[in-house]
């Protein structure tokens, strides 16, 4: 095998790697600060038990209308025993914001799991992605909200 096949073979592999969803079993998020237990590791399966809804908006990131499914924050933030005032989320892709947890829970936020109907890979901006209802709610079409609408999303300290 020749270096250059070598090379596509191993980009291909990592590629895939990144590209597929998390399995249920995986930690894919892990939950810190002011919560119950003080730290909270979750696995997809975990997340989804919480219970799900879908908003379906347009976003600057996608093309058209696109339905995502999700467990509410409310919920979510209830299920964790949040006690704070603020969320401090950070991505895989080492970005990160703090959001009021009001904010959050007022204007009815999910963190998605599945984008169409698919669960979302790490190259489909998951396993998990904060979707505000832009197009049903005004306050949230702005840079601000579009800064907060985190994707690939590892953990969430609560503080």
């Given at each position: 095998m020749n270096i250059r096949c070598l090379a596509a073979s191993v980009a291909?592999?990592?590629?895939?790697?990144?590209?597929?969803?998390?399995?249920a079993s995986d930690t894919i998020l892990s939950v810190t600060g002011k919560v119950t237990d003080g730290e909270i590791n979750l696995t997809l399966e975990q997340v989804e038990a919480m219970g799900s809804t879908?908003?379906?908006?347009?976003?600057?990131?996608?093309?058209?209308?696109?339905?995502?499914?999700?467990?509410?924050?409310?919920?979510f933030l209830d299920a964790v025993g949040?006690?704070?005032?603020?969320?401090?989320?950070?991505?895989?892709?080492?970005?990160?914001?703090?959001?009021?947890?009001?904010?959050?829970?007022?204007?009815?936020?999910?963190?998605?799991?599945?984008?169409?109907?698919?669960?979302?890979?790490?190259?489909e901006k998951g396993p998990l992605f904060i979707v505000f209802p832009y197009d049903d709610v005004r306050e949230v079409r702005n840079e601000l909200f579009y800064a907060r609408s985190v994707w690939q999303i590892h953990t969430i300290e609560i503080e």
């Amino acid at each position: 095998m020749n270096i250059r096949c070598l090379a596509a073979s191993v980009a291909a592999s990592v590629l895939l790697v990144f590209a597929t969803p998390a399995s249920a079993s995986d930690t894919i998020l892990s939950v810190t600060g002011k919560v119950t237990d003080g730290e909270i590791n979750l696995t997809l399966e975990q997340v989804e038990a919480m219970g799900s809804t879908s908003i379906v908006t347009t976003t600057p990131w996608h093309d058209g209308l696109t339905t995502f499914e999700g467990v509410p924050m409310a919920r979510f933030l209830d299920a964790v025993g949040a006690q704070g005032t603020t969320a401090y989320v950070h991505a895989l892709n080492d970005f990160s914001i703090d959001i009021p947890l009001s904010d959050l829970t007022r204007f009815d936020a999910i963190m998605a799991f599945k984008t169409d109907g698919e669960y979302m890979g790490i190259a489909e901006k998951g396993p998990l992605f904060i979707v505000f209802p832009y197009d049903d709610v005004r306050e949230v079409r702005n840079e601000l909200f579009y800064a907060r609408s985190v994707w690939q999303i590892h953990t969430i300290e609560i503080e």
